[in-house]
């Protein structure tokens, strides 16, 4: 019996010290993880974090993935910074096993610049490139520079012709990156008087991750005012506007690009229209299965409970421009109609409701309601009717007022109930297109590649982004700068290689969890193999 308690103890204590340990390790981790992040210049919408060792990149050769995404020419950049740098055998020492960031930043006129930036170990000096240079055939010529003040060298890849510049921009950190403005931006960023820009992966997660993904959702709309003429374009506008950061970690798939995580949300700010959705539970997403064969790029929202989603709408309009408005158009239409439209259309919406973008233009809003009949004969009361079961609403912003933002584009729309769904469009023959769809089962999920993606899809979420890329191509070509559209179209390889991409939030304790995938398409998948 004595031997047993001593060895139950032993255990105890061997078990208390690995745990110990592990997680002190993890916790290095993190830290190590956030000294490195915040050295990077907080106006990066995303960052992308790996491993500098061999097991990785192993993975990936001959994986056309991050080629489709960055095309060729970053992607050949990087390649060569990897065999001339990261992997050279002179400073394996220093670099081997470093986790790596690279950043992505929007420049003056119509550059998007990369930032890559990781940590060295303790003994490495810049004396170390002079050896470089000793080195036969080294495809380098490197100089000293003063680079906003910090001392760095120039790098100049014989292969590429371009020059990298590299500065030392904190203690046992090294920043790069092919643009000088934006290597002098790094060099005169003071992390000190800025707030940090990104969230970081719980400890298990990270741990357990083959590649990292940061998002700072607020940054992204300087990035789409790069990509597109218009800087107000509605191309999924709330998403950019969110105020929230995500910490994803990557899920290797051959023919598909996937993460999943957190994303969280700004405390003490007034917040975005995609917070309201925060308060509700996750709900199975089945409205996109009568989603329009054309169907470009569409936002779907899920609700568990629409009371409370109504009365969270409400209190965010509260604190808008729209509480005047609004307050003022509901008391119209129950002076006029007799009806308290707020409390009557909630009763009557289902948990569901999207706006779908067609490759033509269309804008249509689906809204799944609990009873057809009854939601008909609520708006023959407030409309001018055209038919049995078409009208137009006699009232502005009526989409806006009872859905939010995302129907702000429907200004005084038409309308259709169709068994238990109710349609809004801004023509009779947007009504009518999606009519001929609705009755003929033409429906996205009946067509090529769709549930190859669906699959890899979460079945519940509040919020869902989707776009398929080939229907978008149209629209992208009357709104993307040329330079941009262009390669999205004509690189190969290149976007057009994809399918569609989605970005899902789930809520999660006030929070969200978010998924985000990105599927090549059946015929480029087939060829890569």
Same mark, same amino acid.
């Given at each position: 019996?004595?031997?047993?308690?001593?060895?139950?103890?032993?255990?105890?204590?061997?078990?208390?010290?690995?745990?110990?340990?592990?997680?002190?390790?993890?916790?290095?981790?993190?830290?190590?993880?956030?000294?490195?992040?915040?050295?990077?210049?907080?106006?990066?919408?995303?960052?992308?974090?790996?491993?500098?060792?061999?097991?990785?990149?192993?993975?990936?050769?001959?994986?056309?993935?991050?080629?489709?995404?960055?095309?060729?020419?970053?992607?050949?950049?990087?390649?060569?910074?990897?065999?001339?740098?990261?992997?050279?055998?002179?400073?394996?020492?220093?670099?081997?096993?470093?986790?790596?960031?690279?950043?992505?930043?929007?420049?003056?006129?119509?550059?998007?610049?990369?930032?890559?930036?990781?940590?060295?170990?303790?003994?490495?000096?810049?004396?170390?490139?002079?050896?470089?240079?000793?080195?036969?055939?080294?495809?380098?010529?490197?100089?000293?520079?003063?680079?906003?003040?910090?001392?760095?060298?120039?790098?100049?890849?014989?292969?590429?012709?371009?020059?990298?510049?590299?500065?030392?921009?904190?203690?046992?950190?090294?920043?790069?990156?092919?643009?000088?403005?934006?290597?002098?931006?790094?060099?005169?960023?003071?992390?000190?008087?800025?707030?940090?820009?990104?969230?970081?992966?719980?400890?298990?997660?990270?741990?357990?991750?083959?590649?990292?993904?940061?998002?700072?959702?607020?940054?992204?709309?300087?990035?789409?005012?790069?990509?597109?003429?218009?800087?107000?374009?509605?191309?999924?506008?709330?998403?950019?506007?969110?105020?929230?950061?995500?910490?994803?970690?990557?899920?290797?798939?051959?023919?598909?690009?996937?993460?999943?995580?957190?994303?969280?949300?700004?405390?003490?700010?007034?917040?975005?229209?995609?917070?309201?959705?925060?308060?509700?539970?996750?709900?199975?997403?089945?409205?996109?299965?009568?989603?329009?064969?054309?169907?470009?790029?569409?936002?779907? *929202? %899920?609700? =568990?409970?629409?009371?409370?989603?109504?009365? !969270?709408? $409400?209190?965010?309009?509260?604190?808008?421009?729209? /509480? &005047?408005?609004?307050?003022?158009?509901?008391?119209?239409?129950?002076?006029?109609?007799?009806?308290?439209?707020?409390?009557?259309?909630?009763?009557?919406?289902?948990?569901?409701?999207?706006?779908?973008?067609?490759?033509?233009?269309?804008?249509?809003?689906?809204?799944?309601?609990?009873?057809?009949?009854?939601?008909?004969?609520?708006?023959?009361?407030?409309?001018?009717?055209?038919?049995?079961?078409?009208?137009?609403?006699?009232?502005?912003?009526?989409?806006?007022?009872?859905?939010?933002?995302?129907?702000?584009?429907?200004?005084?729309?038409?309308?259709?109930?169709?068994?238990?769904?109710?349609? *809004? %469009?801004? =023509?009779?023959?947007?009504?009518?297109?999606? !009519?001929? $769809?609705?009755?003929?089962?033409?429906?996205?999920? /009946? &067509?090529?590649?769709?549930?190859?993606?669906?699959?890899?899809?979460?079945?519940?979420?509040?919020?869902?982004?989707?776009?398929?890329?080939?229907?978008?191509?149209?629209?992208?070509?009357?709104?993307?700068?040329?330079?941009?559209?262009?390669?999205?179209?004509?690189?190969?390889?290149?976007?057009?290689?994809?399918?569609?991409?989605?970005?899902?939030?789930?809520?999660?304790?006030?929070?969200?969890?978010?998924?985000?995938?990105?599927?090549?398409?059946?015929?480029?998948?087939?060829?890569?193999?």
């Amino acid at each position: 019996m004595k031997r047993l308690i001593f060895a139950t103890i032993v255990l105890l204590i061997a078990t208390v010290l690995v745990t110990v340990f592990y997680f002190r390790n993890l916790n290095n981790t993190t830290q190590h993880t956030s000294l490195v992040l915040r050295t990077i210049p907080n106006n990066a919408s995303l960052i992308f974090e790996f491993n500098n060792e061999k097991g990785f990149y192993d993975i990936f050769t001959d994986n056309k993935l991050f080629t489709n995404i960055i095309g060729e020419e970053k992607m050949a950049e990087l390649a060569e910074l990897r065999k001339l740098i990261l992997l050279n055998p002179l400073f394996q020492p220093y670099l081997s096993g470093q986790n790596v960031f690279i950043s992505l930043h929007p420049q003056n006129g119509n550059d998007i610049d990369f930032l890559l930036t990781t940590s060295i170990s303790k003994g490495f000096e810049f004396e170390l490139f002079d050896q470089i240079l000793k080195q036969p055939k080294s495809g380098i010529v490197i100089n000293t520079a003063n680079l906003a003040g910090k001392q760095g060298y120039t790098i100049y890849l014989n292969d590429l012709k371009k020059r990298f510049y590299l500065i030392e921009t904190d203690e046992h950190t090294l920043s790069g990156s092919f643009s000088k403005d934006l290597i002098e931006a790094c060099a005169k960023y003071d992390y000190k008087k800025e707030k940090q820009a990104f969230v970081l992966l719980s400890d298990r997660q990270s741990s357990n991750s083959l590649a990292n993904l940061y998002v700072n959702y607020e940054a992204l709309s300087p990035l789409f005012e790069q990509l597109f003429i218009n800087k107000n374009v509605d191309f999924f506008k709330s998403f950019r506007q969110l105020p929230a950061f995500a910490a994803l970690s990557l899920n290797y798939k051959s023919d598909a690009l996937m993460f999943n995580g957190s994303t969280q949300l700004h405390d003490g700010l007034a917040g975005s229209y995609l917070n309201i959705f925060s308060n509700q539970q996750p709900v199975i997403n089945q409205l996109k299965e009568i989603f329009p064969s054309t169907t470009a790029y569409c936002i779907n *929202f %899920s609700v =568990s409970d629409p009371k409370r989603f109504e009365s !969270d709408l $409400s209190d965010w309009q509260s604190n808008s421009n729209l /509480k &005047t408005e609004k307050t003022a158009i509901f008391n119209k239409i129950k002076t006029e109609t007799g009806i308290d439209l707020k409390a009557e259309f909630t009763r009557l919406l289902g948990n569901e409701f999207a706006l779908v973008t067609t490759r033509y233009q269309e804008k249509i809003a689906i809204i799944q309601v609990k009873d057809g009949s009854k939601m008909q004969t609520l708006l023959v009361n407030m409309s001018k009717m055209s038919g049995a079961n078409t009208g137009q609403l006699n009232y502005d912003k009526l989409p806006q007022l009872l859905l939010g933002d995302a129907f702000g584009i429907l200004k005084k729309p038409y309308f259709k109930v169709m068994d238990n769904y109710l349609v *809004f %469009s801004n =023509s009779t023959s947007e009504i009518a297109s999606y !009519d001929d $769809s609705y009755i003929n089962h033409k429906f996205i999920n /009946k &067509t090529d590649g769709y549930n190859a993606f669906n699959e890899l899809l979460s079945e519940r979420s509040n919020i869902s982004f989707f776009v398929q890329l080939k229907n978008t191509l149209p629209l992208f070509k009357e709104e993307m700068k040329p330079e941009f559209y262009d390669s999205f179209e004509n690189s190969v390889p290149g976007w057009k290689n994809f399918y569609g991409a989605s970005w899902q939030f789930t809520s999660s304790e006030k929070n969200y969890y978010t998924n985000f995938c990105m599927k090549m398409t059946i015929d480029t998948a087939a060829e890569k193999k």
